[in-house]
């Protein structure tokens, strides 16, 4: 009996727990950059061509030093660029946030493509998970426990945001310029300096979320990597109430609605697959509809266009 079959159906929540930690991960990386962005006032809509930007440089990196957490240094350098260029750019007279960020999207996402063409083939090393299931004997045991180690800072990150946000006066004036540009200038602060900073920290993590995807999981660089993860972490940020904490669990359940299909497909249920597979983005259409409607978004900052 193979240790699939020994497991049965107790299989499937294990694979769902350890799916939605490997696919959770680029949206946790993103969606927490994302919300520190939107605090101070500004949506980043670029970050999936930072994302694959990320990727890329991470996977190059890696292959040409043989350190995959210089990959991921490298690919959070490349994120700061991106994204105090998204900044910079923004800060600019009659310079739409959004048309930005549309446009270094897909600057950024032709540039990974171009500049990676030939990385398709070669593999990198990557990172070393941390295993958590060496208790067992189990194949698929020790498969979901074997963590990602950008899962755990990630997780660390969420909190560390949480309270800098919160408890610190970076933190506190941060907030006070994504409220009120006019009472920030009052206040003798400098809107444009903090956004640019909020972005350049955005686009780190939308670095290392790439990384994770080009050295974790799937753990290689093709132009097919991302499937809309980077958009997919902005529908995230408004579902957690621009709450790095609650970014941790609206990534696990993005990441856990990807892993339902792969579990079932392990165990013979092939019945409705392509439907499962789609659950994600169903979830973020019904998000985006759910909670665009007019007037004040609850929890949202008030200098970003959504309020408006």
């Avoid at 105090?84 to 310079?95: K, M, P, Q, Y």
């Avoid at 979830?283 to 759910?290: D, E, K, M, P, Y």
Wanted: hydrophobic share 55%; charged share 10%.
């Amino acid at each position: 009996m193979s240790d699939a079959s020994a497991l049965g159906w107790w299989g499937v929540p294990l694979a769902i727990l350890g799916g939605a930690i490997r696919v959770g991960t680029p949206l946790l990386w993103v969606s927490l950059g994302e919300t520190v962005t939107e605090k101070a006032g500004r949506i980043n809509l670029g970050l999936e061509g930072t994302l694959l930007m990320g990727a890329m440089t991470a996977f190059a990196v890696s292959l040409a030093s043989g350190s995959p957490w210089l990959g991921v240094l490298a690919a959070a350098g490349v994120g700061i660029l991106l994204g105090a260029l998204h900044g910079a750019l923004c800060s600019l007279n009659r310079v739409n946030d959004t048309a930005m960020g549309i446009a270094l999207m897909l600057a950024g996402s032709g540039l990974a493509f171009w500049l990676g063409k030939p990385l398709i083939q070669p593999s990198a090393p990557g990172l070393p998970p941390i295993a958590l299931g060496d208790w067992s004997t189990l194949a698929p045991v020790k498969a979901a426990l074997a963590i990602n180690p950008l899962f755990a800072l990630g997780l660390a990150l969420a909190f560390a945001t949480w309270w800098a946000l919160g408890r610190t006066r970076f933190g506190l004036r941060l907030r006070v310029v994504g409220d009120s540009e006019n009472a920030a200038r009052a206040f003798g602060l400098s809107p444009t300096a903090y956004r640019i900073a909020a972005t350049a920290f955005g686009g780190a993590c939308a670095g290392v979320g790439g990384a994770s995807l080009s050295l974790v999981y799937p753990g290689a660089w093709s132009e097919a990597l991302s499937s809309g993860q980077g958009v997919m972490a902005v529908a995230l940020v408004i579902f957690a109430r621009w709450d790095p904490r609650r970014c941790v669990l609206a990534g696990l359940l993005f990441g856990g609605a990807s892993a339902i299909s792969p579990a079932l497909q392990a165990l013979g249920y092939s019945q409705g697959y392509y439907l499962l597979a789609a659950l994600p983005y169903a979830l973020t259409l019904a998000l985006l509809v759910g909670l665009g409607k007019p007037g004040p978004s609850h929890g949202a900052p008030g200098e970003l266009s959504l309020n408006r």
